[in-house]
């Protein structure tokens, strides 16, 4: 069974520039949720969406957006980047059942410069 | 303000012996606790659950204990192996179907044969 994967696994991108990052849960998941991880920290929260709803969202500023399509993948839009914005970006998908795991992916890296 | 805290970066521990990591919380209203490994370019990997109504859960090598009056849970790993040797992060959530995750800073564990 293919687990949750993420696309690219590396980026470079230039401050002010725009970003897309890719999410395909695992097969079933219908929620799909995004961590920012900057060295030295544990992941922080970002967006969940389930059935391509807004659950949630983590204390982000607007240029962080994200969306989900009709199969359940996802996409996590950073406008105007920054420096700041370099960080591994997590996707994790889970069944929303009560009390259950969330299962992430492999990450993708964004670099800023 | 962290919610989860993991107040020791780093642990090292023999091969065979036992590895204890822990972890505390502020968030009365967290009742379901996960901890996750992970290894440098991967994403976190579950490890071991446990529901708030349980003081302790098994499963194989890996223990997770939890003491609600002090908001504290350890993970013990017994016998630590080098294969083990990543950072782990303790995570905690309200248990619900939306919920998410908020995760501690990590610990390093260092496992020598």
């Known amino acids: 069974d293919a687990g949750v994967t993420q696309s690219p696994t590396h980026l470079i991108k230039t401050r002010g520039q725009h970003v897309t990052l890719r999410c395909s849960p695992i097969?079933?998941?219908?929620?799909v949720s995004w961590y920012q991880q900057v060295l030295g920290q544990g992941p922080q929260f970002i967006f969940q969406?389930?059935?391509?709803?807004?659950?949630g969202r983590g204390n982000f500023p607007d240029r962080f957006s994200a969306r989900q399509f009709p199969n359940y993948s996802s996409e996590l839009n950073v406008n105007a980047l920054l420096l700041g914005d370099s960080a591994l970006y997590l996707c994790?998908?889970?069944?929303?059942?009560?009390?259950?795991?969330?299962?992430f992916g492999q990450g993708t890296r964004l670099t800023v410069v | 303000d962290q919610q989860v805290k993991q107040n020791s970066p780093s642990l090292s521990v023999q091969e065979g012996r036992i590895s204890i990591l822990n972890c505390d919380y502020t968030?009365?209203?967290?009742?379901?606790f996960l901890w996750y490994k992970k290894y440098p370019a991967e994403g976190p990997t579950f490890l071991i659950s446990?529901?708030?109504?349980?003081d302790k859960n098994e499963d194989g090598r890996f223990t997770v204990f939890l003491n609600k009056s002090a908001k504290h849970l350890s993970l013990h790993i017994v016998p630590s192996q080098p294969g083990d040797s990543a950072v782990y992060f303790c995570?905690?959530?309200?248990?619900?179907?939306?919920?998410?995750?908020?995760f501690g800073k990590g610990t390093m564990l260092l496992v020598s044969p």
């Open positions: 994790a998908s889970s069944s929303p059942r009560m009390n259950t795991e969330a299962f």
């Open positions: 097969s079933g998941h219908k929620s």
């Open positions: 969406y389930y059935e391509k709803e807004e659950r």
């Open positions: 968030n009365s209203m967290f009742d379901y």
């Open positions: 446990i529901s708030s109504i349980k």
């Open positions: 995570a905690a959530s309200t248990g619900s179907g939306y919920s998410t995750l908020t």
